[in-house]
């Protein structure tokens, strides 16, 4: 903690967690003039600071940069922002929203106010907070997803997660890379991997394909415009696979490029299935590459019809562009092995898993995910956001965390008027 930093015994609301998530949330909360304390990790946006690789940008162009009273006012609205813009947009956020921050602050447990005569205990290193209602706003706890498979791999293969990785430069080995996963992280740096002259194998699994732009608009427009962004968790007939969808294969570059594996390809990335087992010093793939890609390319095509169907309803057909859809994938998809003494580096970009070690055991699923509907929790008084598809489809955008903060900022006030009026 810095020296105006003080960690108080009692406030109304604890938020865990300062990143754009927390930030929103604090800032509905002091619109409804409810006292609150954030604590941090590390520093404000810290897995922006410490977790990504240097040449990531957003995927979201700049004009979807915007928080509660906050949105990005630069000359690039079409750009997209570099992670050190990202720390100092929301570090800017944080110093004019004067969010209670408290940073370098390790939350070791949440004990529910059920067990603890109607206040929460947020237990960390500096000491006990109690709190009417308790916020969760730390992600996926940034917890790479690696498969028991990695254990196989022949032990002179480099093996790191996106988070790790910084640069081709710095992967400090020779040899083949073999990035497992095609979905956001994968395809990118499957993309700089091969931009650098490095031989990189793409292991692909189940992935969405979209372009960077359609008919001259970026495919966030699209997706914004038509509503689909705003799709909430209780419109969807199967929440619990939507919120499992893999990430866009997208990129965010100043050359406005798509990724996807027939791009990839055509950059000299032998894109094979999925990573199915290792025999001695062999990789084995899944020979179901063909239909991976086939139902990515009906998916992209339905996507793309939904789209021009809303452009002619809404007549917007003479100011976009003609349909330019991508042409399906015709990748080589037989290939099924691969001699792992080539391989210098394993990225395994096979997303996060949930790790909640200071929550209670009840509140989590038989995976270790928090259990909710719509950011509230099992327990009153207890609310979780910037979780994939928490409120809406966008809940993980800087975009979209901010709607879901207001709806669960009024769900949290209203729990602390019946707790107020249960103790009046």
């Not at 254990?151 to 640069?167: D, F, M, V």
Request: with cysteine; glycine share 10%; proline share 6%.
């Amino acid at each position: 903690m810095g020296p105006d930093q003080y960690l108080p015994n009692r406030t109304t609301v604890a938020i865990i967690g300062a990143g754009q998530a927390g930030l929103a949330m604090s800032r509905h909360l002091s619109q409804r003039s409810i006292d609150h304390v954030l604590i941090e990790r590390g520093d404000v946006a810290n897995s922006w600071r410490t977790e990504r690789w240097d040449s990531l940008r957003l995927l979201t162009p700049n004009w979807m940069t915007r928080l509660p009273d906050h949105r990005y006012e630069g000359d690039d609205p079409d750009g997209y922002m570099t992670a050190a813009e990202v720390v100092d947009f929301l570090s800017d956020y944080r110093s004019r929203i004067e969010a209670p921050v408290v940073d370098r602050t390790a939350v070791i447990a949440v004990e529910p106010a059920s067990e603890r005569g109607g206040w929460h205990h947020v237990v960390t290193d500096a000491g006990t907070v109690e709190a009417r209602a308790v916020v969760v706003a730390t992600g996926a706890c940034s917890t790479p997803k690696v498969p028991a498979i990695a254990g196989e791999l022949p032990s002179g293969i480099r093996q790191l997660a996106p988070i790790h990785y910084r640069n081709p430069d710095a992967l400090g080995v020779d040899g083949r890379i073999l990035v497992v996963g095609a979905s956001a992280s994968g395809a990118q740096l499957a993309d700089e991997l091969a931009r650098a002259g490095r031989d990189v194998t793409l292991a692909t699994g189940d992935h969405v394909r979209l372009p960077r732009d359609y008919r001259g608009m970026d495919i966030h427009w699209w997706m914004t415009t038509t509503g689909l962004l705003d799709e909430r968790w209780d419109e969807v007939p199967d929440i619990a696979k939507a919120r499992r969808a893999p990430s866009l294969q997208l990129v965010g570059s100043p050359e406005r490029r798509s990724v996807d594996l027939e791009t990839l390809h055509g950059n000299g990335v032998q894109v094979v299935g999925r990573l199915a087992g290792v025999s001695g010093s062999t990789g084995l793939f899944s020979g179901s590459l063909a239909n991976q890609v086939a139902t990515a390319d009906l998916r992209l095509g339905r996507l793309l019809d939904s789209f021009d169907a809303y452009a002619t309803l809404a007549g917007l057909d003479a100011e976009l562009a003609a349909p330019d859809r991508p042409a399906p994938t015709s990748i080589p998809t037989d290939t099924t092995t691969l001699d792992l003494g080539s391989v210098g580096a394993v990225i395994w970009a096979t997303g996060f898993r949930p790790n909640y070690p200071w929550l209670p055991d009840g509140l989590l699923d038989r995976k270790g995910a928090i259990r909710h509907d719509g950011g509230v929790m099992t327990e009153p008084g207890l609310y979780v956001l910037g979780l994939p598809f928490t409120r809406r489809r966008k809940s993980t955008f800087l975009d979209g965390v901010a709607a879901d903060a207001a709806d669960l900022s009024a769900h949290l006030a209203d729990h602390l008027d019946t707790v107020a009026a249960m103790a009046a």
